[in-house]
């Protein structure tokens, strides 16, 4: 084969790997990711589709047996939305701690959370005598 064929036949297989990683990226399995606020204003849209929100946990978690999901709010700003996690509940899970969820919107605007990641900012931040950790 000439090399007119060899680089079409090169260009070729870098566009399908280029097409298949974008695919894989941003196809159909990748999920939105959104505040609360962004949630709320595009809940039509969004009902039973898998998102990634991010917010802080307000207020209390409320367990009501053992069996049961957790329940709490989740807020950004003014926003709030009210969330079921039946999920190992981190021990870090406190009022005020930003959350990161994946999970989808229930038709009575209750977010469903299949998995749940707390920031640690506590991490980051410098020790009080001055050392970093």
């Not at 999920?31 to 809940?43: M, N, S, T």
């Not at 849209?45 to 990634?52: D, F, K």
């Amino acid at each position: 084969m000439n090399s007119r064929v060899w680089t079409i036949i090169g260009v070729t297989v870098v566009l399908l790997a280029l097409g298949g990683s974008m695919w894989l990226l941003f196809g159909p399995g990748s999920a939105p990711y959104l505040g609360v606020d962004d949630l709320l204003q595009q809940r039509q849209e969004m009902v039973n589709r898998p998102i990634r929100l991010a917010g802080r946990l307000q207020g209390e978690v409320v367990r009501t047996s053992p069996e049961a999901p957790v329940r709490f709010v989740l807020a950004a700003g003014e926003a709030t939305i009210a969330v079921e996690y039946a999920g190992t509940v981190p021990v870090n899970l406190d009022a005020g701690r930003e959350l990161l969820l994946d999970g989808r919107l229930r038709d009575d605007d209750v977010f469903v959370a299949d998995n749940l990641l707390t920031q640690c900012t506590s991490r980051y931040e410098a020790r009080i005598d001055g050392a970093a950790e």
